[in-house]
């Protein structure tokens, strides 16, 4: 089988520069959605019709598609033409590209559903079937689509409508689509009239009805664009919850398509999981978490946390209030506590940094204890500085460590000090003013 995907029409109801079909649900672009429905059937070919101009798409894609261009946007039936010089397999399926909700196991049904026809279209019925082709349905099967501006006063009131999903042979639609005319309302070349050319030339014309019309919804503007998250997002969670994840409040979580969640997590309120985040067995979210791309291990907690492109070993506790910036690697049974920013550094396993503190741009060993309010120092103004601390040691509260220094193994770093050396191993560094005591001081002032 080969897929065509129509993209190429002009979405102006979006009101947008960027193409209506990139426009993304749960972190992904609603065509992607599509492609993955095309990658389901195993097609041989998936061919994207898409508008002059429209190079983000194949940027996008890549070898993932073919590409045609549908230079002028003519119509539905027009932009199928686009791509038949692609065409070589027995039957085409035909999908909209800014319709992102067909469920996996309803495409299959509608595909077991066109053996033995020539062309099937699926169908859904709609309460209010406004501006959609209407299913005209006759001795012989389906025998015409009818757009809703060319529809009768009688076919007006069908609400058997066509969801714009189409399977057919594929030489009878080429031969067909040389026929097509624009003689009608719109003054387009409309792809739903191949139903009646092949209805009255004998062949075999069905529509399979969908009982679910949520699933063949197109986006046309912000609205429905927002409703599709809503949906979509009701359909992860739900996917999620038979997986064996605890959500305490599904509507109070915004969890994007492609983030995996192994059994036993807990997802508490106000917990925002994006990218290509992974959550391992038994790790406990939330509230107030804000992972993107970052990777959890099992059985970590984290709680009022904000990470981005972070790894947190297993076992460790984050939060309440930690921001882990990218290129964070927090080992396994470490604390980082309330406060605590941590970029683009390594931190041992064990090692506790528990409140107040910034390191960036540092490695850091095992079973270290880094003081309230220490900061490492990592920019001069001009360049950033690595800075390294070997295992178990101990740096006091508010101290600094002026980046590039490297600390040895078992050095204590007394409270207060700015580290501007390095630091041999199980020495002491100790750098700070003396404080002194004026006995009497407040009574001579007075
Ligand atoms: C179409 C169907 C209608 C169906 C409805 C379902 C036709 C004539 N009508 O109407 O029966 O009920 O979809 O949503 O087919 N496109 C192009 N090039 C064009 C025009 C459109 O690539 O010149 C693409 C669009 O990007 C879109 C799809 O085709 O993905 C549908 O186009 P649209 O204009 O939305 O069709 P409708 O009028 O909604
Ligand atoms: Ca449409």
Request: aromatic share 6%; charged share 25%.
């Amino acid at each position: 089988m080969d897929v065509v995907i129509l993209a190429a029409g002009k979405s102006t109801r979006m009101k947008s520069k960027t193409s209506k079909v990139l426009h993304k649900i749960l972190g992904k672009p609603i065509l992607s959605y599509v492609v993955e429905l095309a990658e389901e059937v195993e097609a041989e070919k998936t061919i994207v019709v898409i508008a002059p101009g429209s190079d983000e798409i194949p940027s996008l894609y890549g070898d993932r598609l073919l590409y045609a261009t549908q230079w002028e946007q003519k119509g539905t039936g027009d932009a199928l033409k686009a791509a038949t010089e692609h065409l070589t397999a027995k039957t085409t399926l035909v999908l909209y590209g800014d319709a992102p909700f067909l469920r996996r196991e309803s495409l299959h049904d509608f595909i077991d559903f066109h053996q033995g026809k020539d062309l099937s279209i699926l169908s859904v019925c709609q309460e209010n079937p406004r501006d959609y082709g209407r299913i005209v349905r006759g001795n012989k099967g389906v025998e015409a689509i009818i757009e809703e501006k060319d529809c009768s006063p009688e076919q007006r009131k069908i609400t058997e409508i066509n969801s714009g999903i189409l399977l057919m042979d594929t030489e009878l639609m080429k031969e067909n689509l040389q026929k097509l005319t624009i003689s009608n309302a719109q003054g387009e070349y409309y792809l739903t009239d191949l139903v009646e050319l092949f209805s009255s030339q004998g062949k075999i014309v069905d529509a399979f009805v969908l009982d679910n019309p949520e699933e063949t919804a197109g986006i046309n503007d912000r609205s429905q664009l927002a409703q599709g998250t809503e949906v979509l997002q009701r359909r992860v969670v739900e996917k999620h919850l038979k997986e064996g994840v605890s959500i305490i409040d599904p509507r109070r979580v915004y969890i994007e398509a492609d983030v995996k969640i192994a059994q036993d997590v807990e997802i508490w309120p106000d917990t925002y999981l994006l990218g290509n985040t992974i959550i391992e067995e038994g790790v406990y979210l939330g509230p107030g978490v804000h992972l993107e791309d970052c990777h959890i291990m099992k059985g970590a907690l984290l709680e009022h946390t904000r990470g981005i492109k972070a790894l947190v070993g297993p076992g460790t506790q984050v939060g309440p209030f930690a921001y882990l910036r990218a290129g964070s690697r927090i080992g396994a049974g470490c604390r980082i506590g309330d406060f605590v920013e941590i970029k683009n550094s390594t931190i041992g396993d064990g090692t506790k940094v528990s409140h107040l503190s910034y390191v960036g741009d540092a490695d850091l060993g095992k079973n270290i204890n880094v003081g309230c309010g220490t900061i490492f120092v990592n920019y001069d103004g001009v360049n950033k500085h690595r800075s390294t601390v070997g295992d178990e040691v101990f740096i006091g509260c508010n101290s600094n460590l002026i980046s590039p220094v490297e600390i040895g193994e078992r050095a204590f770093i007394a409270a207060g000090t700015t580290v501007d050396r390095d630091v041999p191993e199980n020495a002491l560094s100790i750098g700070r003013v003396r404080s002194e005591i004026k006995l009497d001081w407040n009574k001579v002032k007075k």
